[in-house]
Protein backbone atom coordinates (compact mmCIF):
# COMPACT_ATOMS: atom_id res chain seq x y z
CA UNK A 1 0.00 0.00 0.00
CA UNK A 2 1.08 3.54 -0.70
CA UNK A 3 -0.81 4.93 2.64
CA UNK A 4 0.27 3.81 5.99
CA UNK A 5 -3.40 2.51 6.62
CA UNK A 6 -6.54 2.38 5.74
CA UNK A 7 -9.86 3.99 7.28
CA UNK A 8 -13.19 2.17 5.84
CA UNK A 9 -16.22 4.12 6.42
CA UNK A 10 -19.70 1.58 6.27
CA UNK A 11 -22.07 4.06 5.27
CA UNK A 12 -24.85 1.02 5.60
CA UNK A 13 -23.94 1.24 8.94
CA UNK A 14 -24.38 5.10 8.86
CA UNK A 15 -28.23 4.41 7.64
CA UNK A 16 -28.34 1.91 10.13
CA UNK A 17 -27.57 3.98 12.86
CA UNK A 18 -29.41 7.04 11.33
CA UNK A 19 -32.81 4.66 11.15
CA UNK A 20 -32.27 3.62 14.95
CA UNK A 21 -32.22 7.48 16.07
CA UNK A 22 -35.30 8.11 13.68
CA UNK A 23 -36.98 5.73 16.13
CA UNK A 24 -35.54 6.87 19.71
CA UNK A 25 -35.87 10.59 18.75
CA UNK A 26 -39.98 10.22 17.23
CA UNK A 27 -42.00 12.55 17.14
CA UNK A 28 -39.22 14.85 16.73
CA UNK A 29 -37.25 15.36 13.40
CA UNK A 30 -34.00 13.60 13.26
CA UNK A 31 -31.64 16.24 12.00
CA UNK A 32 -28.15 15.27 11.62
CA UNK A 33 -25.14 17.28 12.67
CA UNK A 34 -22.20 17.26 9.63
CA UNK A 35 -19.64 19.78 11.06
CA UNK A 36 -15.97 19.27 10.78
CA UNK A 37 -16.92 17.40 7.50
CA UNK A 38 -19.19 14.62 8.71
CA UNK A 39 -16.87 14.19 12.21
CA UNK A 40 -13.82 13.19 9.94
CA UNK A 41 -15.89 10.70 8.08
CA UNK A 42 -15.88 12.87 4.85
CA UNK A 43 -19.48 15.07 4.62
CA UNK A 44 -19.46 14.90 0.67
CA UNK A 45 -19.84 10.92 1.09
CA UNK A 46 -22.57 10.64 4.73
CA UNK A 47 -24.32 13.54 3.88
CA UNK A 48 -26.19 12.32 0.63
CA UNK A 49 -26.36 8.68 2.29
CA UNK A 50 -27.97 10.07 5.40
CA UNK A 51 -30.57 12.75 2.69
CA UNK A 52 -31.43 9.06 1.08
CA UNK A 53 -32.84 7.98 4.31
CA UNK A 54 -34.80 10.65 5.14
CA UNK A 55 -32.46 13.39 7.02
CA UNK A 56 -33.38 16.57 5.06
CA UNK A 57 -31.98 18.92 8.13
CA UNK A 58 -28.08 19.46 8.46
CA UNK A 59 -26.12 21.32 10.88
CA UNK A 60 -22.96 22.63 10.37
CA UNK A 61 -20.89 24.47 12.47
CA UNK A 62 -19.12 27.02 10.30
CA UNK A 63 -20.54 29.54 6.75
CA UNK A 64 -17.24 27.05 4.58
CA UNK A 65 -19.25 23.88 5.96
CA UNK A 66 -22.36 25.24 4.85
CA UNK A 67 -21.36 26.40 1.48
CA UNK A 68 -19.79 23.13 0.59
CA UNK A 69 -22.94 20.90 1.58
CA UNK A 70 -25.25 23.59 -0.23
CA UNK A 71 -23.22 22.18 -3.06
CA UNK A 72 -23.50 18.33 -2.49
CA UNK A 73 -27.85 19.01 -0.56
CA UNK A 74 -29.21 21.55 -3.56
CA UNK A 75 -32.57 21.09 -1.43
CA UNK A 76 -31.38 20.38 2.08
CA UNK A 77 -32.47 22.74 5.23
CA UNK A 78 -28.41 23.62 6.23
CA UNK A 79 -28.25 25.55 9.78
CA UNK A 80 -24.67 27.39 10.65
CA UNK A 81 -24.73 27.13 14.30
CA UNK A 82 -21.60 29.51 14.37
CA UNK A 83 -24.37 32.08 13.29
CA UNK A 84 -23.29 35.12 10.97
CA UNK A 85 -20.15 37.13 11.03
CA UNK A 86 -19.78 40.62 8.96
CA UNK A 87 -17.65 38.19 6.76
CA UNK A 88 -20.18 35.55 6.18
CA UNK A 89 -23.72 37.23 5.90
CA UNK A 90 -23.11 37.45 2.17
CA UNK A 91 -22.26 33.84 1.55
CA UNK A 92 -25.26 33.13 3.95
CA UNK A 93 -27.63 34.95 1.83
CA UNK A 94 -26.20 33.67 -1.45
CA UNK A 95 -26.25 29.77 -0.85
CA UNK A 96 -29.22 29.89 1.56
CA UNK A 97 -28.08 28.83 4.96
CA UNK A 98 -30.03 29.27 7.80
CA UNK A 99 -27.88 30.96 10.49
CA UNK A 100 -28.90 29.97 14.19
CA UNK A 101 -28.18 33.83 15.96
CA UNK A 102 -26.46 32.86 18.88
CA UNK A 103 -25.45 36.61 20.50
CA UNK A 104 -27.53 40.90 20.13
CA UNK A 105 -24.47 40.90 18.01
CA UNK A 106 -25.63 38.57 14.70
CA UNK A 107 -28.90 39.75 15.80
CA UNK A 108 -28.08 43.06 14.52
CA UNK A 109 -26.07 41.93 11.91
CA UNK A 110 -28.84 39.60 10.27
CA UNK A 111 -31.47 42.27 10.96
CA UNK A 112 -29.29 44.56 8.86
CA UNK A 113 -27.76 41.78 6.57
CA UNK A 114 -30.13 39.72 5.95
CA UNK A 115 -32.23 40.28 3.64
CA UNK A 116 -35.00 38.70 5.72
CA UNK A 117 -34.12 35.71 4.93
CA UNK A 118 -35.00 32.37 7.72
CA UNK A 119 -32.16 32.59 10.80
CA UNK A 120 -32.26 30.09 14.01
CA UNK A 121 -32.00 31.77 17.62
CA UNK A 122 -29.89 29.59 19.72
CA UNK A 123 -30.62 30.37 24.01
CA UNK A 124 -28.24 29.14 25.96
CA UNK A 125 -29.34 27.28 29.03
CA UNK A 126 -26.31 26.65 30.74
CA UNK A 127 -22.87 25.75 28.64
CA UNK A 128 -22.04 29.95 28.24
CA UNK A 129 -20.79 29.19 24.89
CA UNK A 130 -22.77 30.81 22.37
CA UNK A 131 -26.44 31.52 22.79
CA UNK A 132 -28.63 34.16 23.99
CA UNK A 133 -29.44 34.91 27.61
CA UNK A 134 -32.78 34.65 28.49
CA UNK A 135 -33.04 38.21 29.78
CA UNK A 136 -31.82 39.02 25.90
CA UNK A 137 -34.61 36.19 24.44
CA UNK A 138 -37.40 38.13 26.48
CA UNK A 139 -36.49 41.70 25.40
CA UNK A 140 -36.40 40.34 21.96
CA UNK A 141 -39.81 38.13 22.42
CA UNK A 142 -41.42 41.70 23.65
CA UNK A 143 -39.98 43.05 20.40
CA UNK A 144 -41.56 40.58 18.37
CA UNK A 145 -38.71 39.51 16.63
CA UNK A 146 -38.51 42.65 14.73
CA UNK A 147 -37.04 42.91 11.53
CA UNK A 148 -36.14 38.34 11.79
CA UNK A 149 -37.58 35.39 9.87
CA UNK A 150 -37.20 33.18 12.66
CA UNK A 151 -37.91 29.16 11.51
CA UNK A 152 -36.20 27.42 14.75
CA UNK A 153 -35.29 27.76 18.29
CA UNK A 154 -32.34 25.88 19.96
CA UNK A 155 -30.31 25.30 23.34
CA UNK A 156 -27.64 22.29 23.66
CA UNK A 157 -27.07 20.44 26.46
CA UNK A 158 -24.28 20.55 28.66
CA UNK A 159 -24.72 17.06 30.55
CA UNK A 160 -26.37 14.41 28.41
CA UNK A 161 -23.92 12.18 28.53
CA UNK A 162 -24.22 11.81 32.22
CA UNK A 163 -28.32 10.91 32.57
CA UNK A 164 -28.54 11.45 36.43
CA UNK A 165 -26.78 15.08 35.89
CA UNK A 166 -28.84 17.52 37.89
CA UNK A 167 -28.05 20.38 34.91
CA UNK A 168 -30.34 18.45 32.31
CA UNK A 169 -33.65 19.07 34.51
CA UNK A 170 -32.42 22.48 34.92
CA UNK A 171 -31.39 23.11 31.53
CA UNK A 172 -34.81 21.13 30.44
CA UNK A 173 -36.44 23.77 32.34
CA UNK A 174 -34.63 27.29 31.37
CA UNK A 175 -35.41 25.73 27.35
CA UNK A 176 -39.25 25.52 28.39
CA UNK A 177 -39.47 29.19 29.61
CA UNK A 178 -37.83 30.31 26.36
CA UNK A 179 -39.90 28.44 24.31
CA UNK A 180 -42.90 30.42 25.57
CA UNK A 181 -41.16 33.20 24.58
CA UNK A 182 -41.49 32.04 21.02
CA UNK A 183 -44.48 29.72 20.49
CA UNK A 184 -44.52 30.07 17.25
CA UNK A 185 -40.78 28.54 16.34
CA UNK A 186 -39.63 24.90 15.99
CA UNK A 187 -37.60 23.77 19.05
CA UNK A 188 -34.60 21.98 19.29
CA UNK A 189 -32.64 20.70 22.15
CA UNK A 190 -31.23 16.97 21.82
CA UNK A 191 -27.83 15.96 20.54
CA UNK A 192 -27.12 12.32 20.58
CA UNK A 193 -26.86 11.83 24.33
CA UNK A 194 -29.80 13.94 24.49
CA UNK A 195 -32.50 11.66 22.58
CA UNK A 196 -31.34 8.76 25.40
CA UNK A 197 -32.77 11.51 28.22
CA UNK A 198 -36.22 9.73 26.51
CA UNK A 199 -39.31 11.78 26.96
CA UNK A 200 -37.95 14.03 29.98
CA UNK A 201 -37.47 16.16 26.49
CA UNK A 202 -40.13 17.84 24.25
CA UNK A 203 -38.52 19.56 21.22
CA UNK A 204 -39.45 19.35 17.71
CA UNK A 205 -35.99 18.70 16.34
CA UNK A 206 -33.30 16.34 17.75
CA UNK A 207 -29.93 17.17 16.43
CA UNK A 208 -27.98 13.92 15.81
CA UNK A 209 -24.15 13.84 16.11
CA UNK A 210 -21.90 11.09 17.60
CA UNK A 211 -24.35 8.37 17.54
CA UNK A 212 -24.83 8.48 13.98
CA UNK A 213 -21.44 7.51 13.59
CA UNK A 214 -21.26 5.00 16.35
CA UNK A 215 -19.61 6.34 18.88
CA UNK A 216 -20.89 6.46 22.66
CA UNK A 217 -23.12 8.84 23.30
CA UNK A 218 -23.84 8.27 27.03
CA UNK A 219 -20.78 7.27 29.66
CA UNK A 220 -21.64 4.12 30.99
CA UNK A 221 -23.97 2.60 29.04
CA UNK A 222 -23.74 -0.08 26.17
CA UNK A 223 -23.37 1.43 23.27
CA UNK A 224 -26.51 0.23 20.94
CA UNK A 225 -24.55 1.85 17.92
CA UNK A 226 -23.14 0.28 15.06
CA UNK A 227 -19.43 0.86 14.72
CA UNK A 228 -19.09 2.92 11.39
CA UNK A 229 -15.74 3.72 11.38
CA UNK A 230 -12.22 1.15 10.92
CA UNK A 231 -9.24 2.40 10.87
CA UNK A 232 -5.99 0.32 10.30
CA UNK A 233 -2.50 0.20 10.03
CA UNK A 234 -0.45 -1.90 7.99
CA UNK A 235 2.08 -3.81 9.22
CA UNK A 236 5.57 -3.13 7.97
CA UNK A 237 8.07 -5.61 9.49
CA UNK A 238 8.21 -8.19 12.65
CA UNK A 239 10.97 -8.20 15.09
CA UNK A 240 12.17 -10.33 18.12
CA UNK A 241 13.26 -8.60 20.59
CA UNK A 242 15.59 -10.01 24.23
CA UNK A 243 14.09 -9.77 27.49
CA UNK A 244 15.71 -6.40 29.17
CA UNK A 245 15.63 -4.63 25.54
CA UNK A 246 13.41 -1.37 25.62
CA UNK A 247 11.50 -0.34 22.63
CA UNK A 248 10.66 3.10 21.22
CA UNK A 249 11.73 6.56 22.40
CA UNK A 250 12.60 7.27 25.54
CA UNK A 251 13.07 3.74 26.45
CA UNK A 252 10.50 3.62 29.00
CA UNK A 253 9.15 0.47 27.60
CA UNK A 254 12.02 -2.19 29.25
CA UNK A 255 10.67 -6.28 27.74
CA UNK A 256 9.93 -8.08 30.64
CA UNK A 257 10.52 -11.10 28.64
CA UNK A 258 11.47 -11.89 24.89
CA UNK A 259 9.31 -10.32 23.31
CA UNK A 260 7.68 -10.31 19.29
CA UNK A 261 7.03 -7.19 18.19
CA UNK A 262 5.32 -5.75 14.97
CA UNK A 263 5.89 -2.90 13.39
CA UNK A 264 2.79 -0.86 11.77
CA UNK A 265 3.03 2.41 9.67
CA UNK A 266 1.08 4.86 12.09
CA UNK A 267 1.64 7.30 14.49
CA UNK A 268 0.63 10.42 16.34
CA UNK A 269 0.45 12.43 13.00
CA UNK A 270 -2.28 10.06 11.77
CA UNK A 271 -4.38 11.18 14.72
CA UNK A 272 -3.51 7.61 16.48
CA UNK A 273 -2.69 9.93 19.68
CA UNK A 274 0.99 9.65 21.58
CA UNK A 275 -1.27 9.68 24.45
CA UNK A 276 -2.48 6.09 23.97
CA UNK A 277 1.41 5.00 24.06
CA UNK A 278 1.96 1.72 25.94
CA UNK A 279 4.26 3.28 28.20
CA UNK A 280 6.67 6.32 29.02
CA UNK A 281 3.94 8.96 28.72
CA UNK A 282 1.93 10.71 31.61
CA UNK A 283 -1.19 8.40 31.17
CA UNK A 284 0.42 5.54 31.37
CA UNK A 285 2.21 6.97 35.47
CA UNK A 286 -1.11 6.58 36.33
CA UNK A 287 -1.45 2.75 36.07
CA UNK A 288 -4.12 2.69 33.59
CA UNK A 289 -3.00 0.08 30.40
CA UNK A 290 -2.39 1.81 27.30
CA UNK A 291 -3.79 1.14 23.80
CA UNK A 292 -4.37 -1.97 22.24
CA UNK A 293 -4.80 -3.37 18.67
CA UNK A 294 -6.60 -6.36 17.04
CA UNK A 295 -4.57 -8.79 14.79
CA UNK A 296 -5.19 -12.27 14.20
CA UNK A 297 -8.09 -12.62 16.18
CA UNK A 298 -6.42 -11.07 19.36
CA UNK A 299 -6.05 -7.83 21.34
CA UNK A 300 -2.29 -6.89 21.57
CA UNK A 301 -1.42 -4.17 23.73
CA UNK A 302 0.95 -1.02 22.64
CA UNK A 303 4.74 -1.52 23.72
CA UNK A 304 6.24 1.85 24.43
CA UNK A 305 5.90 5.25 22.98
CA UNK A 306 3.46 5.95 20.19
CA UNK A 307 6.22 7.65 17.46
CA UNK A 308 4.92 10.49 14.36
CA UNK A 309 4.46 7.68 11.97
CA UNK A 310 4.55 3.90 13.62
CA UNK A 311 3.39 2.24 16.04
CA UNK A 312 4.62 -1.34 18.16
CA UNK A 313 2.48 -3.85 19.33
CA UNK A 314 3.48 -6.53 21.31
CA UNK A 315 2.08 -10.03 19.42
CA UNK A 316 4.45 -12.40 21.48
CA UNK A 317 1.31 -14.26 22.41
CA UNK A 318 0.13 -15.22 18.76
CA UNK A 319 1.18 -18.23 17.31
CA UNK A 320 4.55 -18.03 15.13
CA UNK A 321 3.59 -17.26 11.98
CA UNK A 322 0.39 -15.49 12.65
CA UNK A 323 1.19 -12.18 11.65
CA UNK A 324 3.53 -10.74 8.54
CA UNK A 325 4.55 -7.47 6.83
CA UNK A 326 1.75 -6.69 4.86
CA UNK A 327 -1.01 -7.54 7.18
CA UNK A 328 -3.22 -4.78 8.74
CA UNK A 329 -3.62 -4.28 12.62
CA UNK A 330 -7.13 -2.98 13.78
CA UNK A 331 -6.58 0.35 15.60
CA UNK A 332 -10.29 1.28 16.52
CA UNK A 333 -13.38 -0.63 14.73
CA UNK A 334 -15.56 -3.62 14.82
CA UNK A 335 -13.15 -5.21 17.50
CA UNK A 336 -11.76 -2.77 19.91
CA UNK A 337 -14.42 -0.04 20.42
CA UNK A 338 -13.80 3.50 19.31
CA UNK A 339 -14.51 5.09 22.76
CA UNK A 340 -12.12 2.51 24.42
CA UNK A 341 -8.75 3.47 22.03
CA UNK A 342 -10.36 7.37 22.98
CA UNK A 343 -9.92 5.99 26.71
CA UNK A 344 -6.65 4.78 26.40
CA UNK A 345 -5.66 8.19 25.08
CA UNK A 346 -7.06 10.19 27.76
CA UNK A 347 -9.94 11.33 25.04
CA UNK A 348 -13.77 10.86 23.38
CA UNK A 349 -14.31 9.26 20.12
CA UNK A 350 -15.44 12.36 19.01
CA UNK A 351 -11.78 13.76 18.98
CA UNK A 352 -10.26 10.56 17.73
CA UNK A 353 -12.80 10.67 14.59
CA UNK A 354 -12.42 14.47 14.11
CA UNK A 355 -8.42 13.80 14.20
CA UNK A 356 -8.10 11.14 11.76
CA UNK A 357 -5.00 11.95 10.05
CA UNK A 358 -5.08 13.13 5.96
CA UNK A 359 -2.43 10.17 5.05
CA UNK A 360 -4.82 7.29 5.57
CA UNK A 361 -6.83 5.50 2.38
CA UNK A 362 -10.14 6.44 2.54
CA UNK A 363 -12.52 3.99 1.62
CA UNK A 364 -16.40 4.78 1.60
CA UNK A 365 -18.45 1.35 1.39
CA UNK A 366 -21.84 -0.22 1.84
CA UNK A 367 -24.09 2.34 0.21
C1 LIG B 1 -21.92 18.98 17.86
C2 LIG B 1 -23.26 19.46 18.27
C3 LIG B 1 -24.36 18.59 18.25
C4 LIG B 1 -24.23 17.10 18.05
O1 LIG B 1 -23.77 16.54 19.26
P1 LIG B 1 -23.50 14.98 19.46
O2 LIG B 1 -23.12 14.88 20.88
O3 LIG B 1 -22.38 14.62 18.55
O4 LIG B 1 -24.74 14.27 19.11
C5 LIG B 1 -25.61 19.12 18.48
N1 LIG B 1 -25.77 20.44 18.74
C6 LIG B 1 -24.72 21.29 18.81
C7 LIG B 1 -24.95 22.73 19.13
C8 LIG B 1 -23.43 20.83 18.58
O5 LIG B 1 -22.39 21.67 18.68
Not at 147 to 159: D, P, R
Not at 223 to 252: C, Q
Request: with cysteine.
Amino acid sequence: MLAGGRVTIDLGALAANYRMLVALAAPAEAAVTIKADAYGLGAAECAPALWRVGARSFFVALASEGVALRRILPKASIYILHGVTAGSAGALAAHDLIPVLGSPEMIALWRQRGQGAPCGLHVDTGMNRLGLTLDEAKALAADGLRGLNAVLLMSHFACADDPDHLKNASQIESFNVAKRLFPQLKSSLQNSAGVFLGNRVHADVARLGIALYGGEAVNDMANPMLPVVTAEAEIMMVRDAKAGETVSYGATQVLARDTRIAVCSVGYADGYHRAGSGAGVPLRGTGRAGGHGWIAGRRVPILGRITMDQTMFDITDLPDGAVRAGDFIELFGPNIALDEAARAAGTIGYEMLTSLGRRYARHHVGD
